[in-house]
């Protein structure tokens, strides 16, 4: 089993920045992808970005040039550092890591931007 530990959401204006942490602990050998995903109320959970071992990143065109994920494999840990926020990014905010043949979800923390 894989622990995930996410932190940094809150309340934030439109226009300014969060970043999100999240600890992955316990069985850690084999992952591989680390990313973020978000729920919106009344909407689908969706990918925000992710980040492969190699650094390899992949993003959401609708925070394309706003948000930027990264990882430190020492750490175990990605981030997610998001800027020039806007109200429709609020969501809960979800970390998830896969491995060849599983995932693990953390379980989410709120970002809500006030206009």
């Known amino acids: 089993q894989v622990q995930l530990v996410e932190s940094g959401g809150g309340l934030v204006q439109a226009g300014g920045s969060l970043r999100l942490s999240c600890v992955a602990s316990?069985?850690?050998?084999?992952?591989?992808?680390m990313g973020w995903y978000r729920q919106a109320p009344g909407k689908q959970r969706e990918l925000v970005a992710s980040i492969t071992i190699s650094g390899t990143t992949n993003y959401a065109d609708s925070v394309k040039g706003r948000f930027t994920i990264s990882r430190d494999n020492a750490k175990n840990t990605v981030y997610l550092q998001m800027n020039t926020l806007k109200p429709e990014d609020t969501a809960v905010y979800y970390c998830?890591?896969?491995?060849?043949?599983?995932?693990?979800w953390g379980q989410g923390t709120q970002v809500t931007v006030s206009s």
């Open positions: 998830k890591v896969a491995k060849t043949l599983t995932h693990y």
């Open positions: 316990g069985n850690i050998f084999g992952i591989n992808v």
